[in-house]
């Protein structure tokens, strides 16, 4: 039986909703919406082009944002001058800085001048570290890493004592989710380019997390029968039969593992609309925590 479909795209529509109708609230209450500060270094477009997904996701919602774009050639100070603009700005209650940024910015740095209060990505230091301990709690969790638990939540699985594997260990997805998971007791295996017999480490997930960024990497007889996929992974491939002359495929030979699985997500419409929904809730929360304080 083919594996059923984890579309994030109505899961996002719901929980968008909800935000919406909690922003019309909040600013009956206030009298203000919950603000969110971006900056952008560079003219990369596909950064560029997330920026202006994510300010579009902010105004169907109700909220506010705006966004502080630099020069490329902009130096380390000016980048965070622009961080700590938005730290001292009462009207902006998130601030996310657009990754990556130029190779000679010191990214860490950067993170580290965001506000706890204001982290809505989730992704200051301070955060990744208190989500890797026991009896911690971050201010908020990363966005990606988030929405990749909400789907899995969709199909009605516990995850307690499930095997999971995460291909990947970047510190914006891979490394977070394993820590997310491991905090829902599952018992986690990170894997990644130096990993002995891969094929077989998958083959005992019951919970695969792809987002190593190789077009098509895990395939079908990887995946152990009945397992639930989730494939964050968003790569470009040539497509003369496409208008585009390309198409979007994930980290996941979808087809192969769409025989095998018991649930999967699709590229694209699984993973990608969650993370933008992620970052308004989380944004909505800071709100609150300001707002209502």
């Known amino acids: 039986m083919p594996a059923k479909i984890i579309d994030g795209r109505p899961v996002a529509q719901r929980i968008q909703g909800e935000i919406k109708r909690a922003v019309e609230d909040l600013r009956a209450k206030s009298g203000a919406a919950p603000g969110l500060g971006v900056v952008l270094v560079g003219d990369d477009p ?16 109700g909220l506010r944002s705006e966004a ?38 010191n990214e860490e740095a950067v993170l580290n001048e965001i506000s706890l209060a204001k ?17 911690r709690e971050p201010t908020f969790t990363p ?15 516990a995850i307690e004592g499930l095997r999971a594997v995460v291909i990947g260990r970047s510190n914006i997805v891979g490394l977070p989710v394993a820590l997310m998971l491991a905090k829902a007791n599952a018992t986690v295996t990170i894997c990644h380019s130096r ?5 077989g480490t998958v083959r005992a997930a019951d919970i695969v997390v792809a987002a190593v960024g190789r077009a098509e990497y895990v395939k079908g007889d990887w995946i152990k029968p009945g397992a639930i996929v989730i494939d964050v992974g968003s790569n470009s491939l040539p497509d003369p039969d496409s208008e585009k002359g390309y198409r979007y495929v994930g980290d996941v030979e979808f087809e192969s593992a769409c025989a095998v699985a018991g649930y999967i997500t699709k590229v694209p419409g699984g ?14 929360k800071a709100a609150r925590r300001s707002l209502e304080a």
């Not at 990993?195 to 094929?199: A, E, G, K, Q, W």
Request: charged share 20%; proline share 8%.
């Open 195 to 199: 990993t002995r017999d891969l094929p």
């Open 271 to 284: 993973v990608g609309p969650m993370t933008i929904t992620m970052l308004l809730s989380n944004t909505l």
């Open 143 to 157: 966005a990606t890493p988030t929405g990749v638990m909400q789907l899995i939540a969709e199909t009605g699985e």
């Open 46 to 61: 596909a950064s560029a082009m997330y920026v202006r997904m994510k300010r579009r996701a902010c105004d169907r919602a």
């Open 119 to 135: 982290d809505v990505d989730g992704i200051h230091p301070m955060n990744l570290g208190r989500l890797g301990m026991r009896g």
């Open 68 to 105: 502080r774009i630099l020069p490329a050639a902009s130096t380390q100070a000016e980048v965070e001058d622009a961080v700590r603009a938005y730290n001292a700005d009462p009207s902006i209650h998130g601030i996310l800085v657009q990754l990556p940024l130029p190779d000679h910015i």
